[in-house]
């Protein structure tokens, strides 16, 4: 689904529910298999175990044996942090990190949900701004869903980001072992990267799994492809304006992107922090994939 698609349907609740839906339907007729079993109300059947359980809808679906799990306690509590500092209603059209963002955020809670999980959602610029309780429920999750709704609906902030504070703050705030998820562009002060790795780490130490979404366009955030005639760059947080022609300047920008971006790689493998490229023209199945990964990994 488009980010244009997803702003002008506008319903975070019912599209999370539909692409979740059809996620996993997929997977059941893919070579994915055995992600299938992360699911929080199925598991494959086994043979010899009791028929009595084995959900024959899915089986006419699916054509594949699952049974259902009715006693599932709730065991992993995640904390999904978005970045929603100015840098991410960019670009223009669309507000595409954001709303991509947003989507991939409301996919998670839905699944989260579905496996009895227990999720908070944590927003934040240069500080926090929302923080949810940690939850399971329904009327929980609504609510979620309506924090993401008004989102979309938000405009572009002023201020700037500050996602070495957050991290610091939210590793210190919430309880041990949980999932924290983030999704941010993470265009804090490259200058000043190794705050940012330190409040990494700093979540790593506190005994959290850390799944990182670095959200880009990256055909013009990190390839820089412009119309090489002259530019007017408008930094979104500091609201500074530059002209320039767009070939004088690439080389030197893809170049400075790429050593930050490595850096970042290293320093997440570092810290066994999952660090997922993630551009906004790409679709969300593999961002429901990534989780399962680590979900699985984590049981």
């Known amino acids: ?21 059809g996620f996993i339907t997929g997977l059941h007729k893919s070579p994915f298999h055995g992600f299938s079993v992360e699911f ?6 086994n043979t010899g175990e009791s028929t009595r359980h084995i959900d024959w809808k899915v089986y006419a679906k699916t054509d594949r044996l699952f049974t259902k799990r009715y006693e599932e306690e709730t065991n992993l509590r995640c904390q999904i942090l978005l970045d929603v500092s100015p840098s991410m209603f960019y670009p223009q059209e669309n507000k595409g990190k954001i709303t991509f963002s947003v989507m991939a955020a409301a996919c998670f809670a839905y699944l989260l949900q579905k496996q009895k999980d227990a999720v908070s959602i944590c927003t934040f610029a ?49 309880p041990r072992r949980s999932l924290v998820i983030i999704f941010s562009d993470m265009f804090d002060n490259i200058a000043q990267a190794d705050k940012m790795f330190s409040a990494l780490q700093h979540l790593k130490h506190n005994q959290h799994e850390v799944l990182l979404f670095h959200v880009t366009d990256k055909k013009t955030e990190a390839e820089f492809e412009f119309e090489d005639r002259p530019h007017e760059f408008i930094d979104l947080e500091s609201g500074e304006h530059i002209k320039v022609q767009p070939a004088q300047i690439k080389d030197y920008y893809r170049e400075s992107i790429r050593r930050f971006n490595t850096e970042l790689k290293l320093k997440c493998g570092q810290y066994k922090i999952d660090l997922i490229e993630t551009d906004i023209a790409e679709g969300f199945d593999h961002i429901l994939k990534e989780y399962l990964a680590k979900r699985a990994k984590m049981r």
């Open 1 to 21: 689904m488009e980010l244009k698609q997803i702003r002008e349907f506008g319903n975070i609740e019912f599209l999370a529910k539909q692409m979740v839906e």
């Open 40 to 45: 929080a109300e199925h598991r494959l059947y």
């Open 126 to 174: 240069d500080k926090v701004i929302t923080h949810t309780p940690t939850k399971s429920t329904p009327s929980h999750i609504h609510k979620i869903f309506l924090l993401l709704q008004n989102l979309l609906q938000t405009n572009k902030p002023t201020g700037s980001t500050a996602v070495a504070e957050v991290l610091h703050e939210i590793a210190d705030k919430v």
